[in-house]
């Protein structure tokens, strides 16, 4: 976890305030979920939901992938099967990331 989405965390313990952007929600949602912190949980899955483009529909699968979030998971390959041309045109880059994991790269495969 880096330390800017510990310390979103931690304010959002005492704030009951999320702030969130791209760089950090995955963290954050990834120790939301560890700590069973079902509120900041959803708030970053509502955030990826409303902020996923095809520069970090990868990546955010990718991470979500291996934090084992099912449901950002499966919300990616969703994405994937409605805007493959995009990220293809627009960030192809992401996509050979998939590189990575072969497995993953193979389902995304299959949803497209």
């Known amino acids: 976890t880096t330390p800017a989405a510990f310390q979103r965390l931690l304010a ?3 704030s009951d305030a999320l702030e969130l952007d791209d760089e950090v929600v995955i963290d954050v949602m990834r120790k939301a979920h560890e700590y069973d912190l079902t509120r900041a949980y959803n708030m970053c899955m509502r955030y990826c939901l409303q902020h ?33 041309r995009a990220v293809r045109d627009e ?6 990331a998939l590189q990575e ?12």
């Open 12 to 14: 959002y313990l005492y």
């Open 101 to 112: 994991s072969p497995a993953l790269m193979l389902e995304v495969m299959k949803v497209i």
């Open 52 to 84: 996923t483009s095809s520069s970090n529909a990868i990546p955010w699968l990718l991470h979500a992938d291996a934090a084992k979030l099912e449901e950002l998971r499966a919300a990616m390959l969703q994405y994937m099967t409605r805007a493959f």
């Open 91 to 96: 960030a192809p880059e992401t996509l050979a």
